[in-house]
């Protein structure tokens, strides 16, 4: 069962390259950072050797378990990508949880990766161990280690495919990755506030935290040897056949549960529909709105944009360098701002196959006009709010409160003038968004490149028009905040003019370049 597994999944990756020129160099690609990885990895362990042995041990625990949680978080981020990852594509066939459950792990382990991840632990064995039986104990504890990583994941996944194929379960996937981007921040926040002590104490407390987990444990086997280690790597064994144990139990619920995310919903009137405005514009928003309420893709980037924002506001307010007074609180705005716009430089990519509905029924640039208005004023629906609350915290946090009306106000500009830019970007450089369940996916295959090149000259344009009133504001002269508003709003405006002009002419193109397959 486990060559047969093995088998399909080396022809799932043959046929998946087969006469897709951009899947071929992306495997490539893919081939090459995972020996880079490899070989990086096994250098950078085997250099423990050379630090204190009390150092090299906490930091090898803390790289253990950073590989773990990499390996559980991973998956989930390609969940609906990866046809290996759902087991709802394996319950027609005459397989027992078992029988699934040992393919599946020997189909876990096939590919760069668990390779990778295996030399990397491989260099755990030169820098950790300090005599020959932690050596030889350390061979053992990475093999259990790459076991443990293989089945975690697997277990993860399988307990929460069901949920993951719902829209609710991706938007806390998207709020968690979120959440654990931002949780990385931590420690370099702590060191330069001033408040996480000496490096070497932090790593200390670090590796005290995740001391007695499994991966920590099969890290201190290796530095220890003798009994003691023995005994460490039965403990981290014992947790591969508990998890093995969790993940048979979770397939076979995930064998006989219906899938939920076939299951029609309810269909709701907006709590907005009263107070938009009538006619088209109040239907492109209405519209617009429920695309952020429903699709987990776009909400990534609100939530990315707040969090980053706010990781922002405490790491630029220290060290000897750091920004003061009105700085403070406009620069964090500002960034908000410009992560939330940068969202509208592909602003029919949501709409896919359905913007034929749009294309056959406009019969002027006026039209389409109409169509990026409805689009910027429900972006500025959210946005403003969420600008101000973020305003609000960082004039707070900087002990003035009336610095958050000139943060607002040029984050507002700001904000405009993207989406202005952006106008003109979804014309010239449209691209699909892929129809999958995974909000990690931005492009279409073949798109990549369009996609990069539509977001870096959003973010370039945006950058250079609204120079004038930001770094003005930035230095401390926040009179200027007041012409942000309405320069933002002569920007934006002759962005949809000339996005409108340009957009009607190639409205079959950009139907084509928004609805290839995925």
Known sequence: MAWLFVRLKLRLIAGNLRGDTMRQVGFVFTMIAAVMVAIGGLVLMSLLRLAPADVALDAGMILFTVLTLTWVIGPLLVFGVDETLDPARLTLFPLSARQMAVGMFAASATGPWPLASL????GAVVGLSRSLTGMLIGLVAIVLQVALCLVATRAVTTSLSGVLRTRRGRDLLALGVVFVILLTQLPNLLLTQGTGGDPRELLTRVASVVRWGPPAMAAHAIADGGLIGLAEVVVVALAVLALGWLWI??????????????QVGSVRRSRFDGLLPGGALGAVVAKELKYVRREPRGRMGWMAAIGFSGVLMFSLSSGPNGLEGSALVVAPACIGALMIGLQAAN????????????????????????????RHLAVSLLAVPLLALLSVAAALFAGHLLWALPALLTAAGLLLVALGVGAVTSVILPYTYPERINAFTSAAPGQGGVAFAGSFGAMLGTSMLAFPVVLPVFLGLTWVALLAVPYGLAVSFAGRRLAATIGYARLPDLLGAVSRPS
């Open 119 to 122: 030399f990397f632990l491989l």
């Open 249 to 262: 139990v979770a397939l076979r619920r995930a064998m006989v549960t219906p899938d939920s995310s076939t």
């Open 347 to 374: 602003a029919f990519g949501i709409d896919g196959r359905a913007l034929w509905m749009n294309a056959i029924v406009y019969s002027s640039d006026r039209d389409l006009r109409t169509d990026f208005a409805g």
